[in-house]
């Protein structure tokens, strides 16, 4: 089955800090762009951040800019999302998506921003 898994999510302080991973397999992962999306509760799903197939080019929406860090590792399958400086607006479901021709989406990790 093709299907990003996300891990990494969970619990932290306001300030704190968390790394997201979405490991893939399945299809040609260095050909895809791969981007990293959130819905919190009662809100639409919105784009957090992407990056290119070779990692060069990065794009964030404008409430994370500077506090998060999107990256890629061909050789492991795998995309990251380093969250800093972390704050309760910040709670969501994190999702990874792949995109080509075809799209495909994880199943999300849950992150809480709390004290």
């Known amino acids: 089955q093709v299907q990003p898994v996300e891990s990494g999510g969970g619990l932290v302080q306001p300030g704190g800090s968390l790394r997201l991973s979405c490991s893939a397999s399945?299809?040609?992962?260095?050909?895809?762009?791969m981007s990293w999306y959130r819905q919190a509760p009662g809100k639409e799903r919105e784009l957090v951040a992407a990056?290119?197939?070779?990692?060069?080019?990065?794009n964030y929406v404008d409430s994370v800019k500077g506090r998060f860090t999107i990256s890629r590792d061909n050789a492991k399958n795998t995309v990251y999302l380093q969250m800093s400086s972390l704050k309760p607006e910040d709670t969501a479901v994190y999702y990874c998506?792949?995109?080509?021709?075809?799209?495909?989406w994880g199943q999300g990790t849950q992150v809480t921003v709390s004290s």
């Open positions: 399945g299809f040609t992962f260095s050909s895809y762009v």
């Open positions: 990056i290119t197939t070779t990692g060069y080019i990065t």
């Open positions: 998506r792949a995109l080509r021709y075809v799209e495909f």
